[in-house]
């Protein structure tokens, strides 16, 4: 079967799509400086699979590293997934973010160049969209983008660079995968996010409620424009999205694939859940309180983030299966069993 580049493959999304390709029958090398990621997930997904990963430590800005990892194995395609990720961060150290995120990109892109790698897939976000009005809801790949900080703007700027080199190169066919708000863990709890320091997001904050590392969630303003006041999003099964990856290398290794095209996809669930609703699932989920407090708005949030993921069902055949119960209950079943995550 066809060998597998996964940068970032030892991060959050990374593992559970290498655990995906690895039991869709591809084989898989990983790439990854482990910045923001623990060896131990790439050693568990190895037990959890057909066939163990190879794991390369190296980063994404050393060229010579990526001719090393070229010239020993034969990639048909590689999955870009590392990268630097926190907005907050971006708006602080911007130059880190054009640094790795950018230039980081243009290498391992040069060096795919350079070794006749002709098939990419970029891991982008919604965040792309910045700040669309609630009319545009749910967004399809056409809304205009528009990004408000320095990681959406990298993110965009990488979309582009992709779409231009393989609008020339020979050969080339790219994806471009706009991710909406990835959550859950896989369902055995083996693997699953890990953040490192304080975490901003919705999902792994509620979880170290639930364990008792934290106090309280803070719900970030109740006087949206909603049915019950809260911001909407459009949250969706890491299992799901890594199904998602599958179904485009498949693509890109097919016959519908087009040269010198970068389609890009939404992947999401197309439907939308408030902070309540997923207090509430969590609640559910848990089979207990989970102590929580409505707190100001948070600077730069918008009301409602949903797709519309109907490219990604006609072009690659994939739809989300999992809902925000699944989600809550495989998130809480990998937090329970890893309070500490891989540490
Ligand atoms: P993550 O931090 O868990 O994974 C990123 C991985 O990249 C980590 O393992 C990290 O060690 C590695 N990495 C960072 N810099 C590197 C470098 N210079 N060289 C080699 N490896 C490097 O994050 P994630 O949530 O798994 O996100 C994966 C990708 O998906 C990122 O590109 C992110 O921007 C994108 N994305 C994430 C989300 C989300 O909410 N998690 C949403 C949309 C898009
Ligand atoms: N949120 C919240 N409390 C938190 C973290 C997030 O109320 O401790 C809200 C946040 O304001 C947003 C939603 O949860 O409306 C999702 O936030 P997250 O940071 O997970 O994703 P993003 O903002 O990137 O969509």
Redesign the pocket.
């Known amino acids: 079967m066809p060998k597998i580049l996964a940068t970032g493959g030892a991060g959050f999304i990374g593992s559970h799509v290498v655990l995906e390709l690895l039991n869709s029958g591809y084989e898989v090398v990983v790439f990854d400086n482990l910045s923001n990621s623990s060896v131990k997930s790439i050693e568990r997904v190895g037990r959890m699979s057909n066939g163990a990963p190879v794991f390369i430590e190296g980063d994404i800005r050393d060229g010579a590293a990526l001719d090393a990892l070229f010239e020993a194995h034969d990639i048909a395609a590689v999955i870009h997934l590392a990268g630097l990720k926190a907005v907050g961060e971006s708006v602080s150290h911007p130059e880190r973010y054009y640094d790795v995120n950018v230039a980081g990109s243009t290498c391992l892109f040069n060096a795919m160049l350079r070794h006749g790698v002709k098939h990419g897939v970029f891991s982008s976000s919604a965040t792309v969209y910045g700040e669309p009005a609630p009319e545009t809801m749910p967004m399809d790949e056409h809304v205009p983008t528009g990004p408000v900080n320095p990681y959406g703007k990298t993110k965009l700027m990488v979309e582009q660079i992709l779409t231009d080199i393989t609008s020339v190169g020979p050969g080339w066919r790219s994806l471009v995968l706009r991710y909406f708000?990835p959550v859950g863990a896989h369902t055995s709890g083996q693997i699953g996010e890990d953040p490192l320091g304080f975490p901003?997001?919705?999902?792994p904050?509620i979880a170290q409620v639930a364990t008792g590392r934290r106090k309280i969630?803070?719900?970030?303003?109740d006087d949206y424009d909603t049915p019950d006041g809260t911001?909407i999003?459009d949250y969706i099964h890491v299992m799901d999205l890594a199904r998602g990856h599958v179904k485009a290398i498949d693509y890109l290794l097919g016959s519908k694939a087009v040269d010198n095209e970068t389609p890009v996809v939404n992947l999401g669930t197309g439907h939308g859940a408030s902070?309540k609703d997923v207090h509430a699932a969590w609640e559910a989920a848990c089979g207990f309180k989970i102590a929580a407090q409505v707190a100001p708005r948070?600077a730069g949030?918008v009301t409602i983030?949903c797709a519309d993921a109907t490219k990604a069902k006609e072009m690659l055949g994939w739809e989300a299966e999992f809902d925000l119960a699944k989600m809550c209950e495989d998130h809480w079943r990998w937090q329970a069993a890893n309070p500490e995550g891989y540490r």
């Open positions: 708000n901003d997001n919705l999902f904050f969630l803070n719900i970030f303003g911001a999003r902070v948070r949030d983030y």
